[in-house]
């Protein structure tokens, strides 16, 4: 079987690497916020181009805090996008705010900057405190423009970066764009940890104080809570292994892209929709979506063949049972994010993917496409 993602090879990749990390925090006693932590946070944020980062417990958490590092509490509105994890609109609510959705731009699946400001115009004067673009499927936002009306309208921005990490976009790695972001190390990421885990970035030292004390209680002396914190910490063994992985991300990447390139040239005459990227992105490839109105068809079709296959995301998070009135659309419907919802699918996307199994991966499609163009 052909697996969309590989947790377990990316462990065996780096086993020997992890396995010493895990040992130096066995030898060290020290479990909770130690030297690994301190070292990731530098290492990560080092490599990132940006001055601080502070590990969380999740992904989840790590939008949760810097949302509310950011001032941002009940009766606040942030922008975001509909077609993501569920997490981006989970933690919105979870910091008391209220998300209004917009549309993605058809091409890239992200924020459509186009529609922000028609969106802000249209809810009432002072509501919106926030912007969250997500960095889906490894493809930048288009952070030039969403900053530029982010700055016109005084809103803060935060960058979902759970599935960007070592995107560039004009020379800038995605989470250093924004006010602040959010990373998640969940285990299939192009960064992942073996559990959860995640990290908030900035490069506001004062901003990046008061996440330190938000992730443990408030506390800056121990058991002495200065305001509501919570409890959310990278622990040791979690950081230990990052640190073991960090210095391969960039190699791993370009795997990635690799990986993307043999899709592009094989599916390049079916009617299957490949991904684009718009100028000065250097897409991190977490997943490659390609799209097909004859979709589920097309899934059967490679589970037929011993390939497995994901989609992210199948239901608009604003069509969710969980969410059904309680989020608010920017005033217009959703039409791309409900259309692309319906034809994308994930491919096996992953550094232990070897070049031949992305062809025959490919070469499955193109043989599924003749069929149709058969008749048969």
């Known amino acids: 079987m052909i697996l969309p993602a590989n947790p377990a090879a990316n462990y065996l990749a780096h086993q020997q690497e992890i ?12 479990y909770i916020l130690g030297q690994e932590v301190g070292k990731f946070e530098e290492e990560f944020a080092r490599y990132l181009g940006a001055q601080h980062a ?4 999740s992904g989840t958490d790590a939008l949760h805090i810097a949302l509310r590092v950011c001032g941002v509490g009940p009766g606040d509105t942030v922008l975001t996008v509909s077609h993501t994890a569920v997490a981006t609109v989970a933690a919105v609510e979870m910091a008391g705010a209220r998300a209004v959705l917009t549309d993605i731009d058809p091409e890239t699946a992200t924020m459509d900057a186009n529609r922000l400001e028609d969106a802000i115009n249209k809810q009432p004067s ?4 926030a912007i969250i673009p997500v960095h889906l499927y490894g493809h930048p936002a288009d952070m030039p423009s969403i900053m530029s009306i982010a700055e016109k309208y005084s809103l803060t921005v935060i960058e979902d970066c759970a599935q960007s990490h070592g995107a560039v976009l004009d020379g800038r790695k995605t989470g250093t764009w924004g006010h602040v972001a959010a990373f998640s190390f969940y285990p299939t990421k192009n960064l992942g940890a073996l559990g959860d885990g995640g990290a908030v970035v900035t490069n506001d030292r004062h901003l990046a104080d008061r996440l330190r004390l938000l992730r443990e209680y408030g506390w800056r002396e121990r058991y002495i809570s200065n305001f509501p914190g919570m409890n959310s910490r990278l622990d040791e063994l979690q950081a230990g292994v990052l640190r073991a992985k960090l210095p391969y991300l960039d190699e791993e990447n370009a795997k990635r892209r690799e990986l993307a390139r043999i899709y592009d040239a094989t599916l390049s005459d079916t009617p299957v929709t490949i991904p684009r990227s718009r100028r000065g992105a250097d897409h991190a490839y977490h997943q490659y979506v390609v799209r097909s109105d004859r979709r589920d068809d097309l899934r059967s079709f490679l589970k037929a063949n011993g390939v497995g296959t994901l989609i992210h995301y199948p239901v608009p998070v604003h069509m ?3 969410y059904l009135g309680r989020v608010v659309l920017d005033g217009a419907a959703l039409s791309h994010t409900e259309t692309i919802c319906r034809r994308i699918l994930s491919l096996p996307m992953h550094p232990q993917l070897s070049e031949a199994e992305a062809k025959e991966v490919g070469d499955l499609i193109v043989r599924w496409s003749r069929k149709f163009a058969e008749g048969r």
Do not use: T
């Open 54 to 57: 502070v590990g969380v417990g």
């Open 126 to 129: 002072g509501r919106f405190k």
């Open 19 to 30: 396995d010493l990390a895990v040992r130096r925090v066995l030898d060290s006693g020290m």
């Open 320 to 322: 969710q049972p969980a």
